[in-house]
């Protein structure tokens, strides 16, 4: 069995303090039904996903 052990899901906010302009590839949403094809290919059986901040409507958003 293969766990991703770590994988952050949002929506993308342009006024995110942490993702500058050089970081690019962050410029968008990372949800899970993006990563659905790679974990196909790569015989991914489950993942543990990590909150990208500690507030409660990321909680929200996350058992969503």
Known sequence: ????AHVR???YE???NWINKD???LH???LPEHLE???KRNHIDGLVAIQAKQTELETR???E
Request: proline share 0%.
């Open 61 to 63: 958003f996350m058992l």
């Open 37 to 39: 094809l790679n974990e």
């Open 23 to 25: 970081m690019r590839v």
């Open 28 to 30: 968008k949403d990372y």
């Open 14 to 16: 342009n006024q995110a």
């Open 1 to 4: 069995m293969v766990i991703d």
């Open 9 to 11: 899901f949002w929506k």
